[in-house]
DNA sequence: CAAGAATCCTGAATGC
DNA sequence: TGCATTCAGGATTCTT
């Protein structure tokens, strides 16, 4: 599942291939993207004849800009669980579930392929995009200077929430999913059901800088690939192999060797080593 | 207001 | 072997 590490590397690989504009032809899938999302409406013909600018990243959201002689556009897409954005040529066979082609002048295409279809997308007046949601609603970015422990504290201090779901709520902090929220648990040694409220100022402290650092790693390590995620050549991400936690229920714990633990939250799963991340600091007696 | 449940969807994994 | 069932999960909307 793309959250901030995958969505920034497809970026990057979408950067540095730099299409060239303008746009010649839109084709869309019979298919819908995520019925019942009040700011899924695509209006993706309105890229027709428009020229490619910044891509940017806001939270797990790309926004890239296309200039019109009517003014600049974005292009909102979410990857959703299973979606994947591809730069590819278009003498090369379609994926399975590809649903939405953009066309450049050069001669290559930008493909979103979604099997689950929980991606979504927005074409829209770029001030517009950026004043509305989801945009409007996201916490702030936790790779960019100004994200620390206060920020975290103001958003949910006070919150009986478990940490593992205020870490997942994108108006707290913007790009953190399943599988970096447990990390960052973990790298904080804070257990994931304990309740927000319930930290202290140093606790608050890992947590801010646990976040940051375990986004940052699984960037540098091209994201995680635990089944569909590619990046914008399709190639698939390392950072699986650099997992403490996530996906490892019944493991044994890299630090202590203890039996990491799996539980399920409001539907969804997640793991912890039962050593490093005590509900209280007490000791348990052998 | 907050927290939990339901919703969307398909492929993989499991059950019989 | 093959068919049916279960499950996963991001963000939103609906309930409680």
């Not at 504009?21 to 819908?32: D, E, F, I, L, M």
């Not at 027709?48 to 897409?77: N, S, Y």
């Not at 702030?140 to 870490?167: H, I, N, Q, T, Y």
């Not at 940052?216 to 690939?225: D, E, H, I, V």
Request: glycine content about 10%; overall charge positive.
């Amino acid at each position: 599942m793309p959250e901030l590490p995958e969505v920034e590397t497809v970026r990057r690989s979408f950067v540095r291939a730099r299409l060239q504009g303008p746009v010649t032809a839109v084709w869309r899938s019979a298919k819908a993207l995520r019925t019942g999302n009040a700011w899924n409406q695509e209006n993706l013909q309105a890229l027709e004849g428009a020229r490619p600018g910044k891509l940017q990243r806001r939270g797990k959201f790309l926004v890239w800009r296309f200039d019109t002689d009517a003014g600049t556009l974005g292009w909102l897409v979410h990857l959703g669980m299973s979606g994947r954005f591809v730069i590819a040529r278009p003498d090369t066979q379609r994926e399975p579930h590809t649903h939405v082609v953009v066309s450049f002048e050069d001669g290559r295409e930008a493909r979103f392929v979604d099997p689950r279809r929980f991606g979504g997308m927005r074409v829209a007046p770029i001030e517009q995009l950026f004043a509305e949601p989801p945009l409007s609603d996201l916490g702030p970015e936790p790779l960019a200077r100004g994200f620390d422990m206060a920020c975290l504290e103001r958003a949910a201090g006070k919150s009986k929430r478990a940490l593992r779901d205020v870490l997942l709520d994108q108006r707290v902090v913007a790009g953190v999913g399943n599988i970096y929220a447990n990390e960052a648990l973990f790298e904080a040694r804070l257990h994931p059901l304990l309740p927000a409220y319930r930290l202290s100022e140093s606790a608050w402290l890992r947590l801010a800088d646990a976040v940051v650092s375990v986004l940052t790693r699984g960037l540098s390590n091209g994201g995680t690939t635990l089944r569909d995620y590619r990046d914008g050549n399709g190639r698939a991400g390392r950072n699986q192999d650099a997992l403490n936690v996530y996906g490892r229920a019944g493991e044994s714990c890299h630090d202590c060797s203890a039996v990491i633990v799996g539980f399920t939250l409001g539907g969804r799963g997640g793991a912890f080593c039962p050593e490093h991340q005590r509900r209280s600091r007490a000791r348990r007696v052998p």
